[in-house]
């Protein structure tokens, strides 16, 4: 019995893996950093018996409620992701499995691995409303790419879309990936309607360096990128500091930053009524576009999330806020289960990449119901 996890975005350590009845792990924490919350590894052992699991010291994990009613995602192929009942005693997540195949992996969320985000930007900007621009490098070399969608003009809104801020929220990739194949696609009149009246700027990956390094949260030097907004710098988050030049360069009247909540099992959306400037026409739009995601998918609901914040008490280095009190504009947080969206489950795949790719879908005609209220 081996078990790896020497692969771009692999994570684990093994504390005993000498009896399959009694396979011991944990999970390495982002480097420069305590987050320890995404796992990635590979078991190659005898098929058709049964091995045993224990992932230890999840309390001291970055969000110890993530793993109550979490079922762990596998995979024989790395296209198909299903899930494997877990349970969790306040410090152990423990499962069994057995292996139809020698080799099986096992991950958080199902993987958004560099390759594919590689030919999502490239097989993108093959559309003729697409380009293609390289904004700058990361601290390990990688580069912060950006696509535009559309032809820009005085006259059109300005959409920004963010993804993947947090590394191992593989879910906001996917959901990219999803909206980007419906916006560029010349038979949706959905996406040519909105093509009309905006231009989109998407950036599918905010921090390469942590998703190659198997990161929950951070980028290279353990810097929590959606905490960066207000004062980001070369040095330590250029992520965000060549994004953010862009956006002051372009303006912006719409932004979504897509994210996945590890413990929450619902889609929802972080609105931005806690900033300085929140006034009657942003509370406006964002009720209108939650209206319209309500009425466009049963897999949005707007119940359950995170607690509002007090007039003027928004956390302004937080991408989304910064964005609503820079540029007055509707500006959100998108968040995904890790779990499964329960009011509508599904017990093999619970969340999954292809539920993912739909809600990305959906988001996009739901832009088209607020575009010309912009």
Known sequence: MKIFSNFESGNIQV?????????????????????????????????????????????????????????????YDREEWFRIPATFDGDTLTFSVIPEYSSMYFAYFAPYSYERHQDLLHQAQMNHDCQLETLGQTLDGND??????????????????????????????????????????DTDTVAQALLDKAVFYVVPNMNPDGSIRGHLRTNAVGVNLNREWQAPSPEKSPEVYYVRAKMLETGVDMFLD??????????????????????????????????????ITPEFQDQHGYPKNEPGMANLTVGSKWVAEQFHCLSNTIEMPFKDHILHPNEFYGWSPERSVAFGQDVLAAIRAVADDL
């Open 15 to 75: 504390v005993d893996a000498q009896s399959k009845d009694s396979i011991r792990l944990t999970i390495k924490p982002d480097n420069q950093s305590e987050f320890a919350q995404w796992f990635y590894f590979r078991l190659e052992s005898t098929p058709q018996e049964r091995h045993s699991f224990q992932l230890l010291n999840l309390s001291a994990s970055a969000y110890p409620d993530g793993w109550k009613n979490y079922d762990v995602v596998a995979s």
């Open 144 to 185: 912060i790419s950006l696509l535009t969608i559309g032809e820009p003009d005085k006259d059109k809104k300005r959409i920004w879309i963010t993804a993947r801020q947090h590394p191992g929220e593989t879910m906001a990739e996917w959901f990219t990936e999803g909206l980007l194949q419906r916006l560029l696609d």
């Open 258 to 295: 897509i994210h996945g909540d590890e413990a929450i099992p619902y889609n929802f959306i972080a609105g931005s009524e806690g900033v300085p400037s929140y006034d009657e026409k942003m509370a406006h739009l964002e009720t209108a576009f939650k209206n319209a995601l309500l009425t």
